[in-house]
């Protein structure tokens, strides 16, 4: 290691800050850190895996099953039981993509080369939103024909593909994932803190849901499909219960939550010092 | 060039940048000095705009630092608080830094071998030593090949080596006629590199001049008298202008304002015994000290620690 080094090389400028730049940027830092890459490989292996595991398990038991159970036993449900634990280890990564550069002060030199800090929040949701389809796209694909092959010994728990409502179910699930990892990182954003971003995204989604059950019926057959949750939920619903929201209508509810969340953490980030 | 009018931010109740003023010049070395909490870092944080000030103005080279199209090639800046990812290689770092401003990968690798990383840029820089991380901190500082260098402490973690590698950089890139300012609460330290001083204390600005003044000021004298008769001596001394004299105990006397060959002469012609007369020179960082002395926040219950 030399001591002295004078004069450092010139640099060609290369122009200024852009949206498709700082897009690259984001890219990078996803792709560059390991915990990344962990997470969103858990994400795969459980959209596919547990469908696979559960549809196993299902094949092997049936002789055993009595009525009820097997018409329990619903194969997309089986495709699909991934999507509703996966769905974590997207939110928790998409919390982490923002609250760990604050945690680690990444933020700092993160908004010290785009100080109008905008572009970075679209760039990261942008990234983000466009990983986690790309990946789960794939995984539920996989899963639906996986678990279908694993159960192609009982011909009642076979449903084509071209059966009304199965691809967008399949679909669906992928895109309820995607909009899942927006709405975390929305919250990562406004909370800055992974412990809070978490809290608040299972708070909303997995503890104020069940707790609509205590409100009177009438109450909570109004309120509880327009959860976030619950819309979402309806993407990869082959069948809507009585007063639950068309898949149409209950994506673009969820859709809706997640630009307001995005538009509160937009205005928080310009508005706070960082 | 860096201007500031009136900066001034509160966090809550606390005041943290008082009605600060000050023009950073392009070509020389400016020093910013003040104890530590005085306000520096906040400071820089204002020029980034990391924090927006509750009132006043800074601008960078004429604009908001918000405002520049490409900010890297504008400011480098190197802050105190550690502002890198833990689980990311020095060289994903700055690679996806210079990404947002279209700065090619050979700068990125050139930086890495110029600031000494090269061993280690692959490694995952929550495993660097402080010293490894100032040095990453300066390679993203010069990323852009800014107009203007900003940089908290940079010689903080640094080993000797390090520290000489840093006067170097300083004073080179000063001498290619940017802007320099570097922020230090060690005085030693600027009288080395700087040029210019700006000087703060609780968010105030305490003093802005050139580094050759403030030692001409700092470096008067005082004359140190050890004599059975100090008392007598102290009272004959007294009688001229300008004459500080302090007794910090029995027999000693610290003279300001009267040279060695006039307390000597004045003593002859009174019969006064002298056990010593020496001539003693204030130090830079007690020059700097007395000037801070009520604007430190936390005083140290030993101030020798401070000097140390």
New interface residues.
Partial sequence: ???????????Q??????QT??I???W??LV????TRWSLFAAVLLTIGLPLLFAAVTSSHWGSMGAHERADRHPLDIALAGVNVSQLAIAVLGVLTIT??YS??????T??????RLPVLWAKSIVYAVVALALMVPSVLVAFAGSQAILSRHHILQIAFSHPGVARSVFGGAVYLMLVGIFALALGAITRNTAGGIAVFAAIFFVIPPLMNILPTSWNNAITPYLPSEAGRQLFSLTQDAHALSPAAGGILFAGYCAVAIAIAAALLVRR?? | MIEAVGLTKDYGEKRAVDDLSFAVRPGIVTGFLGPNGSGKSTTMRLILGLDRPTRGDVTVNGKHYRDHQAPLHEVGALLEARSVHTGRSALNHLRALAQTHGIPRRRVDELIDRVGLHDVARKRAGQFSLGMGQRLGIASALLGDPQTLLLDEPVNGLDPEGIHWIRHLLKGLAAEGRTVFVSSHLMSEMALTADHLIVVGRGKLIADTSVDDFVRRASGFVVLVRSPQATRLAELVRGGDDVVVDSPEPGVLEIEGLGTEQIGELAAEHGIVLHELTQRHASLEQAFMDLTRDEVEYKPFDTEEAVA
């Fill in positions: 290691m030399s001591a002295v080094t004078p004069a450092l090389p010139t640099l400028r290369s122009g200024r800050v852009t730049r700082v690259g940027s984001e990078t830092k560059s850190v390991r915990s760990a550069e680690t002060g990444m933020i700092r030199s908004l010290i080369a785009v100080p109008r010092d960082a």
